[in-house]
């Protein structure tokens, strides 16, 4: 990845050298001149609210990131208290006050981008980074060659074409199933791989031929999500299913990575390699539902980790670490009365196309059940039936949205380790 950064005071006298530099930033990483636009109102937006609420003679950090398939924008500030309810996708409009106009920035900045987080940095820094994914075309309607049984195959890393070539026989084969929809751009997802931020080792036949593949990430320094194996049209399922398997453990058991796991395990998934971490569900508008079982497997020594559990979950916590041998400092932990904040915000991630949603916390505040309340309504308004909420618990303010979620109908489903700051707990709504 290419970084370029500048530092600013935080003053709207600079507001011309902030938003150049992440217009100019963006379009040399790659982003159409549209998007970029977008990027650089978001970041505008942010800018000025910034201007508007730090006090003194303070100086903003603002790093631009070329991600090969996106372009981030990094904000980083002493810590201070914010609003920014804004953010949150229940956010509306409101009347033309001074106190509002300020909130408004901040509602057309997140919908302006693709994603947004925010993380506290040693207790003193806060980044603010917002992400604007390049833009691909849909895949063109072309012939696909005839896909048959194997009886012999090689696992390779593909080439460019191969990628491509991948991506549409997984629009295909697996058009029913819950995998990235960023997968169906053959462009964007060779972009994906090339970022190094992704990995896919396909099997071909000796002709070339693809018979099958598996695409893997690194979430964090330490573990890796994996999706599939995919296999198309093939009678002998385990035996290529374990060498696409077998490859990805070995390119990651080369690195640093603890451990990998997956969400949605496909058909020839061989589940002996693997421990079950937790059982999600994914509902139809009809009324049923199916299973999906969460799957984890360690590479490495682990050598241990502290977190924050709430009280509402701790049974379910232990539970799980004792069925997965895992060890870690536990803290117990509950809300004792302390201030929050007034408003708090949640990241969401929408895939519409499977019927889902992924909200995620990025600031607490005392409004957690009103919140997650109005998040509920909206998602209900448009027949989302699949809801999920992440904490992490490495992160200790999370922990005192455990009580509101379950009071929501949320129930803990899945524990991932080392998925976040520390392990991360999803909880799934029942609607």
Not at 84 to 89: D, E, G, K, M
Not at 278 to 307: N, W
């Amino acid at each position: 990845m290419k970084n370029l950064k500048i530092s600013s005071p935080i003053n709207t006298d600079f507001i011309s050298v902030v938003t150049t530099f992440v217009e100019q930033s963006s379009l040399a990483f790659g982003l159409q001149k549209y998007d970029a636009l977008k990027l650089t109102l978001a970041s505008e937006e942010v800018y000025l609210y910034l201007c508007d609420v730090v006090q003194g003679e303070k100086v903003l950090d603002i790093t631009c990131t070329g991600g090969t398939y996106f372009v981030s924008v990094e904000f980083s500030f002493d810590k201070l208290e914010l609003h920014l309810q804004a953010f949150n996708i229940t956010a509306v409009p409101m009347s033309e006050i001074d106190e509002e106009l300020k909130e408004m920035g901040l509602l057309i900045a997140a919908r302006s981008v693709d994603n947004l987080s925010l993380e506290e940095v040693s207790g003193e820094r806060l980044i603010l980074r917002l992400i604007k994914e390049k833009s691909y075309p849909p895949p063109e309607e072309m012939g696909l060659p005839a896909v048959s049984p194997m009886t012999s195959f090689s696992i390779k890393i593909p080439t460019a074409d191969e990628i491509k070539m991948f991506s549409r026989l997984l629009s295909v084969y697996y058009k029913d199933y819950p995998f990235p929809d960023a997968f169906k751009y053959p462009g964007k997802l060779v972009d994906m791989v090339s970022s190094s931020i992704y990995a896919i080792s396909i099997a071909t036949d000796d002709k070339g031929t693809i018979g099958g593949g598996i695409i893997w990430k690194r979430m964090n320094e330490k573990i890796a999500e994996f999706f599939g194996p995919y296999l198309f049209n093939q009678d002998d399922k385990d035996r290529m299913a374990e060498s696409l398997i077998n490859a990805c453990l070995e390119r990651l058991a080369r690195t640093e990575i603890i451990g990998i796991f997956t969400r949605y395990p496909t058909e020839a998934f061989p589940e002996g390699y693997f421990e079950p971490i937790g059982v999600t569900r994914s509902f139809s508008k009809e009324g049923s539902y199916l299973e999906f079982s969460c799957y984890y497997r360690q590479l490495h020594e682990d050598a241990g980790t502290y977190v924050y559990v709430p009280k509402s979950i701790a049974s379910f916590i232990e539970n799980e670490y004792g069925r997965l041998v895992l060890p870690r400092q536990v803290y117990l932990t509950d809300y004792s009365g302390e201030y929050r904040g007034d408003y708090s915000v949640f990241a969401t991630e929408f895939d519409r196309e499977r019927n889902r949603v992924l909200m995620r916390p990025l600031w607490p505040g005392e409004d957690y059940l009103e919140n997650i309340s109005r998040h509920i309504a909206i998602f209900e308004k448009e027949g989302i039936l699949n809801c999920f909420f992440e904490i992490d618990l490495g992160i200790p303010w999370h922990s005192s949205i455990a009580d509101k979620l379950i009071e929501s109908r949320f129930k803990p489903c899945v524990v991932i380790p080392y998925g976040g700051k520390s392990d991360l707990v999803i909880f799934q709504w029942e609607p």
